[in-house]
C-alpha cells in the first residue's frame, strides 16, 4: 500500500495482510448479531497504479479501457496544466507506454478514474451494489467532490497569497447528478446509509450542496478541525452558521478530528487538556446532527512524534519537513500499557504512542472521572433523549467566552452551557427559569441551578433540563 489502502487494487476483495473475504463476512455476520452496523470507505475517485484497470488503459490507446482514467496529450517535462497534488507537485505524470499524462490529484501511484466515462460509471455502480448485497449498512465515500474534473482541463488561478486555488479540478456540477444515481442505487435497500468526504472550500455550503434531498445523507462538517485557538466564539460561529445555512434542508454531521488531522487533544494542549477534551465532548453529543468520534479521542490520545525514517505517509515523505505528514494521528489504539498498547501481539505498522501507560483504556476504566467515563454516560445520555436526538437548536446569548444553546422538541427543553475558560465566570444566560443538572463535568446530576445568575465553573461542560 502507498496510502493506507487509498490506492485500491482490486473493488471487490479484501487485501490479504488484513485478511480475506470470509473474513470479513464473519465479521459483518458478527457485528449484525450484536446490532452493530458497518460501514465501508470507499474510494472512487481514483484507484491504485497496480489495478488491472490502469494496467489495461495505460497499456494502449486503443484498449478497451483506455479512456477509463484521465488521460492528456503533452510533452515530458511539460505538463497539460499547473494542477497540483495534494501530497505535492505537478498532479501529472508522463507515461511512456503512451506517450501521454495521465492525473493524478493525490500520490502518482493514485491515478484519476475518468467518470466522463459511461463504462467507469457502470462498473462503479456495479461494485457499490456488490457490497450492498452482501449486506453492508453503508459507505463513507472518499473525496467524492473531486469525481469529476473540468473538461477543458482549465488551469486553477493563483490568488494574491501565491497558493493554488482549487477551482477546476474539484467541485465540478457533474458530480451532483453522480451522487444523485450513487443515492438512488443505495436506497433500493432499506437501512443504509451514506456519508460524503467533501473536502471543499465551500465549506458549509459544499457539506449542504451534497446533502440536499436525494443525495447523500450526510457531509462531515469539519470546520471544527480548522479552529486554531480554544474560544467559546469560534465554535459559536461555526454551530451558528451550519443552523442559519442548514435550516430544515439538510441534517449537520461534526466532527472533532480523523486520520487527516492533528489529533483535537494536541490541538488544544495546556494543563488543562483533559478538562478541554471533556468540554468539547459534551458539545459534539449534544448537538443538533450526527456526531461522529475519531478512535482515540473518548481516551484522549495525543498526537505522535513519528520519527522521520519511520513516516509512511506520503504526504509526510514528499512535504517534510514543512508537513510531517498524517501519521501522528494514525497510531495504533492504545488500549493497555503493553508493549504495543494492546492493538497487536507483533510490531504493528505505526509506532505507538510512548505515553501509552497514562493513556488507555483499561487504565480510564477504573477511573469513574476519566475522558472514556465522560464520553460513555454522554452517549448514554444522548440515546435516551429525544430532544438530543431529534430536537431543534438554538444559540443562546451568553458571556462571550461561554458558548450557550438551547435544545428543545415536544415541549421539551434543555440548556447546553460551555465555559471556554480556566476560571468560574458568570454564564450570562437571558433565562430566568430554574434548571436540574442532567449531565456535568463539575456537579453532579439532579442539582437544581437558576438560569438567571448560574456560574459556571472553570471548563465546565453543564447540560441542564428546564423546568
Not at 227 to 256: H, M, N, Q
Not at 292 to 316: N, R, V
Not at 414 to 436: C, H, M, P, Q, R
Request: with cysteine.
Amino acid at each position: 500500500m502507498v496510502d493506507f489502502g487509498y490506492d485500491v487494487s482490486d473493488y471487490r476483495d479484501v487485501d490479504p495482510i488484513f485478511g480475506t473475504m470470509a473474513d470479513f463476512d464473519l465479521l459483518l455476520e458478527k457485528a449484525h448479531e450484536r446490532g452493530i452496523k458497518v460501514i465501508l470507505d470507499q474510494v472512487y475517485n481514483h484507484t491504485s497504479d497496480r489495478h488491472p484497470w490502469f494496467l489495461e488503459s495505460k497499456s494502449s490507446k486503443t484498449n478497451p479501457k483506455a479512456d477509463w482514467y484521465i488521460w492528456v496529450d503533452g510533452e515530458p517535462g511539460k505538463p497539460p496544466n499547473n494542477w497540483q497534488s495534494f501530497f505535492g507537485g505537478s498532479a501529472w505524470q508522463w507515461c511512456e507506454e503512451r506517450e501521454q499524462y495521465y492525473l493524478h490529484l493525490f500520490a502518482k501511484e493514485q491515478p484519476d478514474l475518468n467518470w466522463r466515462s459511461p463504462q467507469v460509471k457502470e462498473a462503479v455502480l456495479d461494485t457499490i451494489d456488490f457490497w450492498l448485497k452482501k449486506g453492508v449498512d453503508g459507505f463513507r465515500f472518499d473525496v467524492v467532490n473531486m469525481f469529476y474534473k473540468d473538461a477543458k482541463f482549465r488551469g486553477n488561478p493563483i490568488g494574491e497569497d501565491g497558493w493554488q486555488h482549487n477551482v477546476f479540478n474539484i467541485d465540478r456540477p457533474e458530480t451532483l447528478l453522480v451522487v444523485e444515481e450513487i443515492q438512488e442505487l443505495v436506497e433500493r435497500y432499506p437501512d443504509r446509509v451514506t456519508i460524503g468526504e467533501v473536502a471543499s472550500p465551500q465549506g458549509f455550503y459544499a457539506y449542504l450542496e451534497y446533502t440536499k434531498p436525494g443525495r447523500l445523507n450526510l457531509a462531515f462538517n469539519f470546520e471544527f478541525m480548522n479552529i486554531p485557538k480554544f474560544e467559546a466564539s469560534l465554535f459559536r460561529g461555526i454551530v451558528g452558521d451550519t443552523e442559519r445555512i442548514f435550516r430544515d434542508l439538510s441534517w449537520p454531521c461534526y466532527v472533532l478530528g480523523n486520520h487527516d488531522t492533528k489529533r483535537v487533544r494536541s490541538r488544544y494542549d495546556g494543563k488543562d487538556s483533559i478538562e478541554r477534551c471533556k468540554l468539547l465532548a459534551t458539545m459534539l453529543l449534544t448537538l443538533r446532527g450526527t456526531a461522529f468520534i475519531y478512535y482515540g479521542e473518548e481516551i484522549g490520545m495525543e498526537e505522535a512524534a513519528i520519527p522521520y525514517e519511520e513516516i509512511q505517509d506520503p504526504e509526510g515523505k514528499n512535504l517534510w519537513p514543512e508537513k510531517p505528514g498524517r501519521d501522528g494521528c494514525r497510531t495504533p489504539m492504545q488500549w493497555d500499557a503493553s508493549q504495543y498498547a494492546g492493538f497487536s501481539t507483533v510490531k504493528p505498522w505505526l509506532p505507538v504512542n510512548e505515553n501509552k501507560e497514562k493513556i488507555n483504556v483499561a487504565r480510564q476504566k477504573q477511573d469513574q472521572n476519566s475522558l472514556l467515563n465522560h464520553y460513555k454516560s454522554l452517549i448514554e445520555l444522548r440515546k435516551g433523549s429525544s430532544v438530543l436526538k431529534w430536537g431543534r437548536l438554538q444559540v443562546l446569548e451568553s458571556s462571550r467566552e461561554v458558548f450557550a444553546y438551547l435544545r428543545f422538541e415536544s415541549g421539551k427543553r434543555l440548556v447546553v452551557a460551555l465555559n471556554f475558560l480556566d476560571e468560574e465566570i458568570s454564564a450570562g444566560l437571558k433565562l430566568t427559569e430554574k434548571a436540574w443538572v442532567l449531565h456535568s463535568n463539575r456537579r453532579n446530576p439532579g442539582e437544581v441551578c437558576s438560569l438567571q445568575d448560574l456560574k459556571l465553573y472553570p471548563y465546565e461542560a453543564l447540560v441542564l433540563e428546564l423546568s
